[in-house]
């Protein structure tokens, strides 16, 4: 490859993806990845003992449930804090960002965060029942809920404290992206409107919010805006096609796009109409956050603009120099997102990556730029834009405005280091 | 509800969808879906031993790799020819689309269609090899093809013999939309452009064809026009985010976006670039159509405009007369869906119904519409338009362009038949 057939769009490497288009053969075959060079009878030595077995035998059958291939075991859930006992209730489970690709999380791989375990609930016993500050109390059964009109929504949820809860540790700083980031994931959601079922039960004058409960053993609660259930609120049946998972809030969950992930009242069984919230358990204490200004900052539902390289990223390894795609996921809570740029240089030069589409608004977008690495040491970072101009703050500055034990909201740019040997870690800048 | 408040948009009962933004209380809460009405203090008795034991108990820790509800065991794929014997090899695996919702279909319940089983591929044994009229012959391990840039797109992929193969044997008449259309589903896709790895090989001049050949023990293989691999073909290594289930391709996949299924060639290991069609097995025989007039219609690759409601279908049962929602899939090879209608009265009327977005070229679409059944015997109809201006056809008109023995490429109209105790059933108008 000559390098100077690559054009560069900034530094440490940055390569403009048009070079990918004419770049041809010289490119990517000489730049590293170095495919095998074949030869002309190669494809014509079709039968004999040295094909593998499966070249040579009938396959499996098959199943009713499909489940991954035996060769992807490693990819897995994982427990944020291990050391829990099991039976505290509380869990986080982490999406393995670093090894998925695209932007929908499959439904074995979503993240999980539970306040009280997975129920198991029988839905023939699930109803929902809407009250308060409404003209007509009502109860629904699922049986009657499945007949309503239905939408679907591809959409991110994440939780509050992801990232943070992690990253301010300093234990663990050489995390992985799947440590550091992996309460995050995105599916397609069916479910009703929200506003379709509360138009049913009509409103009173003075409803203003909705505590949303959910049917585990904590009832796990929380005040909500009726705005924001008149908006784009779905109760939620349905995740990338399938019926929910218990992990997801089997038999129906609330979803509000955009929003904090514990707001999505997994279990939901019961909308109060109120006139003011009610300080649940969650609506204080672990879900507000403490401001360097002395305030509490409660009810701060919007997941900010934020973005993540999810490979390279921590604890992988760049076995040489030479060409890689730089690839990552970018959300914002509040719609859209316009641009991502990368730096390969510690922040001194940043290109714009490339966005792949369907670019949808409240859903994961997943962008991607190329990238030659000199085999020096350097820093890769990412930082995202929103449709309304909301740009991904530094750490510093997100620091600023936060007094120390507060986790939840981090959306900081994040920092990979790339060492001379190739190893990535995380690292605070 | 005073009927009257509905707008119908044709006869059989279709109901203008903004109907149900206007309509309130009145609408569907009378309309026999009926939510049971609620005591004020019902939701007060929040606390006592009459409450279920999920909503009394800590639920579980969960798991490394989540699985389905167990409520949700019914939800399974389905052999298309149970009676075939284990060891054929041939089996088709049918998704239960009518149990489905939104266009992402889960990994688990994707389609399968196998002449030779499924292999368990070691992704460390497994290489593909592209040669013949290129300038250079290339051999790609699974590690160096990793490093290349990938894309992400949302499509379908539906088996050529979809429908027909049931729908024209009268054993089937009274078959579920799983059984009649259960050999289509969409995923997000992500992987390497085919252009790409062309790319590095370069392409001699006489280069107009390539066989492409998988590594299962029967080497399915067909012949593709070179300008499909160098439009939107992408070597795809991950389903829904994770790596492909071996039943879809383990440890990669040709993906022909919009052609029929058996062209995408799953455990991919070689294509070879050639001036001219090699008749492989599958270019012959079973993947040819016998038309009406004599002519054999081979290379046949496009899946036409099609469309399927997915509820109410075959085998379902309208337990009242009253609201429901008409939902449906349509998809079309050739590129976006722009249209579709719906009939409740036979065909005599038809309706648009609401496209449900994003809506994305070659992948399937999500339709619905609503619908007042007044309880009396009809027919429901659905009708793809794509934007190219291809329309479903009607079932005679497909049956005049082809001769019997044929049933690949079926994409006539689905009429599913409503009698007046509520039984759904698959009829041939």
Redesign the interface.
Known sequence: MKRSQMEYVAGGGLID?RS?LV???AF??ASS????????N??VK?IGDDF?V???????????????????KH????LQLPSAP??S?T?G?LTPLE????????????F?S?H????????D?HEL????LV???????ME?LL??????K?RFIECAGNTAFNALSPLSHDGSCQDLHGLISC????GIQAS?LL????LGKKAKWVIVEG?????HSRSIPLSKLLDDAIIA??Q????????QG??MRLLLPGWEGNTSIK?VH?L?VVDAPAYTGHDSGVYTQHLSNGQIEGFSFYMDVKSVITHPSGKQILEEQG???I?GLAWSGYGKISKVEVSADDGKTWAPAQL?G?I?EKALT?F?I?WHWDGKSTVLLSRATDAHGRMQPGRKEWKQRYASPTFNHYNAIQSWDISSNGEVENVYV
Not at 75 to 78: G, R, W
Not at 99 to 104: M, P, R, T, V
Not at 199 to 202: D, Q
């Open positions: 993806r990918l770049g041809g053969i990517l075959a990845i170095k495919p095998v060079a074949a030869s002309v190669e494809g079709r593998p499966w070249s040579r035998t009938l396959g499996r059958q098959g199943t009713t449930y499909g489940q991954p291939s035996i060769h992807e990819l897995k859930l994982k099991e039976n209730g869990t489970w090894k998925l690709h695209g932007i929908i999380t499959p439904n074995g791989l979503h999980g539970h009280f375990g997975i129920p198991d609930i029988d839905p016993k029942l809407i009250h308060g003209e007509k109390p009502l109860k629904f059964t009657r007949r309503y009109p239905m939408i679907s591809i599916s397609e959601w069916v379709l138009n049913e039960t009509g049917a585990d053993g904590g009832s049946f349905y990338n096609g399938e019926r929910l998972r218990a992990e089997y038999p279990y019961r109060e060409f890689y795609e690839t792949h369907p949808i997943r991607s190329p």
